[in-house]
């Protein structure tokens, strides 16, 4: 078992052929399929109910406060998906913040050192940003189903299970 910080990583060292299986939301597998990384999904791990979220300087809440703030959000599907979600719900355009990017374990660091004043992100994360005073001022709760949590494996891993299963 391998723990990795972020969702960038793990998708990369599945390419690297690395890792043999990981916990990915289903976007995330979809966009590392149409780019050539050949995974199977083995099961549907849950549904993502507010694991997800948007956390905010304390005293931003309103579409009015997020506009020209600086949003930190991991390069991967899940992180656009969540993003897409919040400017919608809040009637914005990208154009209305200012994007920064950061793998999902540096996202704390970047609210605490000022770098981002809204951040896209899921738990455990949620959590030490909430230990930062961050608030959650939305999250997956508000787009059910959106966000789908899977066990994959690699073409590979799944010729290994193969060969071992037939001996």
Same mark, same amino acid.
């Given at each position: 078992?391998? #723990? ?20 990915? +939301?289903?976007?995330?597998? !979809?966009?590392? =399929? ?9 099961? =549907? *791990? ?7 979220? =948007? ?14 703030? $600086? ?11 969540? *993003? ?7 009637? !914005? ?9 950061? +793998?999902?374990? @540096?996202?704390?660091? @970047? ?8 951040? =896209? +992100?899921?738990?455990?994360?949620? @959590?030490?940003? @909430?230990?930062?005073?961050? +608030? ?9 189903? $959106?966000?789908?949590?899977? !066990? ?6 799944? #010729?290994?299970?193969? $060969?071992?299963?037939?001996?």
């Amino acid at each position: 078992m391998v #723990r990795m910080g972020s969702a960038t990583l793990v998708v990369q060292a599945l390419a690297a052929g690395q890792l043999d299986a990981a916990g990915l +939301t289903l976007d995330e597998v !979809l966009s590392a =399929v149409s780019e050539g990384i050949p995974l199977k999904v083995i099961a =549907v *791990l849950d549904f993502s109910q507010g694991a997800d979220a =948007v956390m905010a300087r304390p005293g931003l809440a309103t579409a009015a406060d997020f506009k020209g703030k $600086r949003v930190c959000v991991e390069k991967s599907a899940v992180g656009a998906v969540m *993003l897409d979600a919040f400017l919608k719900h809040y009637a !914005l355009a990208p154009s209305d913040l200012e994007l920064t990017y950061a +793998t999902a374990d @540096e996202h704390a660091g @970047e609210f605490k050192s000022g770098h981002a004043d809204l951040v =896209v +992100t899921f738990s455990p994360m949620v @959590e030490q940003l @909430e230990k930062l005073e961050a +608030t959650r001022v939305f999250d997956s709760k508000q787009v059910p189903g $959106r966000i789908v949590d899977v !066990l994959v494996a690699t073409d590979a891993a799944d #010729r290994k299970s193969t $060969r071992l299963n037939s001996s």
